[in-house]
Structure formats: structure tokens, C-alpha cells
């Protein structure tokens, strides 16, 4: 007996054991620790935490701004936390694991078992209407969020990407085809036969370029959103009831909902194009950005420089620039336009949540989480 178990006099919120020491923090918000201390584990630092984890010879606690401390033995690395932003931690034996405010997971320490060495990473992403999937480092697909339609269900098979829809998923296979899962009360979930090569689920629809170039939808089409123009395509991007694509001559065609202007697309050439809810944005070929729909005066602007990728959500955009941060703009509600000062490989905007895949391959999210999509 270290004492572990003869708790200090006073008031605490919650309490965490570890090898032969405890810790808890209390009501004021100082963090006491009691038990074996041969290497400081029960000598909490000053300060003001939220939350303490005590692990094998160690503690952990958040503080207040979110930053993480450690004390006691150290001989893994398991007491030195990146310096950054988190919402939990977590100590074991002799490594320590946390949540980052973007809902990603980090570890440090040992890592003699494979205890900090995450275990799926991800080459792309897509965010939905309030669901995400991805496609994993073994090209299947993993999704989270809101299921009532079983647009989580992907199927046990490999993909080379993979659009989040409203209440529905759909993926390009690694053998050219398209397979699509969840809400199918108009179709959406039906794609026809035939090698694409991309797919965009929308709101209740879906388009895909075929591998001749030929833009193809299906799904609801009141407002013509899965009713595309001739001549061939190079990209597809559907909205929530409008779709655009980027024609093999890089300029633009947009068809479907138009009550804001989102369907009316300007003059020039482009490389990419991205339908929100009533809000588009486009990369010209010199790579800046260009915005329209939806006007208010609360709606920030693209910014100005040069972007490698642009995805738009409900009325919100993010783009991708130069040196792998995100910025976005336009009408975020929730968060979804505050991304995480971290590097990425991709982005992509939901309606009211953000996701992208870090330059570790990580899959970090932002923005409302209601329905578990982050």
C-alpha cells in the first residue's frame, strides 16, 4: 500500500487510478495526486485542468486552454505531449493517447505493442449531408454520421473514391463502376451499368462522368438537376438540387435549382468546380478562386492567391492553398468554416461540417456534429 488509496481531504470532480497512485481534480479545479511517487506521478504541477488521466508511472492532465501536461516517468516519451489544442486525454501504462480539438486522435510513448500507431489512415475523404466516409489506406471505405438510410453501409469491396450525398453514398470502384448505398426512394441509389470516371452524390440525386466523357444522372430531377447538357466532361460536382461540371474545353455548364444564381456559372476557363445548396465556387486555370449564388452580407469572400483544390458545403467553401492549410469562407453556422491550423492532403465541405485528410493521413473534422459526422 502506497497510499493510493487514502484520498486527500476535500471536494473533487472526478478521479483517475493508476499504478499505485490516484489523481483528481477538484472542484477549484487543481489537480492533487496521492500514492507512490518514486518518479513525481503524484506531484501534479499547478495550474487549472478540466480532466487528469494517471497512468502506469505517469499523469496527464488538460488544462484549461487545452493544452495538455504531463508528469512522472518519461522514458518513452510517454510524459511529453505535442504542443497543440486537445479536448481529452487518456494515460496507460506507458503511453499516452489524446483528442485533438478537430476530433482527430494522437499518441505518443511507447509504442512496443502497436499502442501509438494508429491504425487507419486514409487517402481521401467526403463530407455529406450529415455523414462522412472515406476511403481507408486498403481502398475500402469506413463512414460515420447519421445512418437512418444506411448510407454507412458501404460495401466490403475496394473503391478509388467515394461522394457523400445527402442521405446517400456512392463510390467508383477500382474497376471503373459505380455502387451506391442509403436513401433510394427516388433513385439516387441506382447507378446505371457501365466504367466512370468520377461520381458526386447530391442531395437526392447523383451524376457521374463516364469513362467517354459523357455526363450521366440519376435520381430526383425536379428541379432538372439530373438532366445534364451534351458534349463531354472532365469533372462532375452535384449539389444539393443543382449539379455543374467542368466540360473537356475547361470551361463550365451548370443545370438544376437557380433561385439564388447558383446554376448560372461565369465566363472562362476553369479546373475544378464545386455545387453547394445555393452557393458555387470554381478554381479558374490560374488556380485563383471565383464564388456565386447566394448573396448577403455576412457571406466572407473567396480570398485572394492562388488555392490547389476548392470544395463548397451548404453556403460555405474551403479550398486547399499552396502550403497544405485550409481556409474557407462564405456562411459558416457552425464551425464548418473554422478549420484546424494543420496541413492536409484534401478537404471536403459537408452541409454544415467540414473533414480532410491530414498530411499524416489522418482524417480531421470540423463544424456540427449532431449527428456523430465529425
Known amino acids: 500500500d502506497y497510499g493510493q488509496t487514502s484520498n ?11 499504478d499505485f497512485f490516484t489523481c483528481g481534480v477538484r472542484l477549484n479545479d487543481t489537480v492533487a495526486c496521492w500514492g507512490l511517487n518514486g518518479y513525481g506521478q503524484a506531484t501534479a504541477p499547478a495550474g487549472r485542468f478540466r480532466s487528469v488521466s494517471a497512468g502506469g508511472l505517469h499523469a496527464c492532465g488538460l488544462t484549461t486552454d487545452g493544452v495538455i501536461a504531463c508528469w512522472g516517468l518519461n522514458v518513452a516519451g510517454q510524459a511529453s505531449p505535442p504542443r497543440e489544442r486537445f479536448r481529452s486525454v487518456t494515460a496507460g501504462a506507458n503511453h499516452t493517447c489524446g483528442v485533438r ?3 482527430s486522435v494522437v499518441c505518443w510513448g511507447s509504442d512496443s505493442s502497436g499502442q501509438t500507431s494508429m491504425p487507419v489512415t486514409f487517402k481521401s475523404v467526403s463530407a455529406g449531408g450529415a455523414h462522412t466516409c472515406a476511403v481507408e489506406a486498403n481502398d475500402t471505405v469506413a463512414c460515420w454520421g447519421y445512418d437512418k438510410f444506411g448510407q454507412l453501409s458501404a460495401p466490403k469491396e475496394k473503391f478509388k473514391s467515394v461522394s457523400a450525398g445527402g442521405d446517400h453514398t456512392c463510390g467508383l470502384r477500382i474497376n471503373d463502376t459505380v455502387a451506391c448505398w442509403g436513401r433510394n426512394d427516388l433513385g439516387q441509389s441506382s447507378p446505371p451499368a457501365g466504367t466512370f470516371d468520377s461520381v458526386s452524390a447530391g442531395g437526392d440525386h447523383t451524376c457521374a462522368v463516364r469513362t467517354d466523357r459523357i455526363m450521366v444522372c440519376w435520381g430526383s430531377n425536379t428541379f432538372g438537376q439530373a438532366s445534364p447538357p451534351g458534349g463531354t466532361f472532365r469533372s ?12 473537356t474545353d475547361y470551361t463550365l455548364a451548370c443545370w438544376g435549382s437557380n433561385g439564388s444564381l447558383q446554376s448560372t456559372p461565369p465566363a472562362g476557363q476553369f479546373s475544378v468546380v464545386s455545387a453547394g445548396s445555393r452557393y458555387t465556387c470554381a ?22 492567391g492562388k488555392l490547389k483544390s476548392v470544395t463548397v458545403g451548404g453556403t460555405h467553401a ?11 469562407w462564405g456562411l459558416g453556422v457552425a ?4 478549420p484546424p491550423p494543420e496541413r492536409f492532403v484534401s478537404v471536403s465541405a459537408g452541409y454544415t461540417h467540414t473533414c480532410g485528410v491530414r498530411t499524416d493521413h489522418i482524417v480531421a473534422c470540423w463544424g456540427d456534429d449532431r449527428n456523430g459526422q465529425l
Open 335 to 338: 464551425g464548418e468554416s473554422n
Open 236 to 247: 462532375v460536382s452535384a449539389g444539393s438540387n443543382n449539379t455543374c461540371g467542368v466540360r
Open 318 to 328: 474551403c479550398g486547399l492553398r499552396a502550403d497544405d492549410s485550409v481556409i474557407c
Open 283 to 304: 478554381l479558374r486555370v490560374e488556380a485563383t478562386a471565383v464564388c456565386w449564388g447566394i448573396s448577403r452580407a455576412d457571406l466572407k469572400p473567396p480570398p485572394a
Open 8 to 18: 486527500p481531504a476535500g471536494a473533487f470532480r472526478s478521479v483517475s487510478a493508476g
Open 101 to 103: 480539438t478537430d476530433n
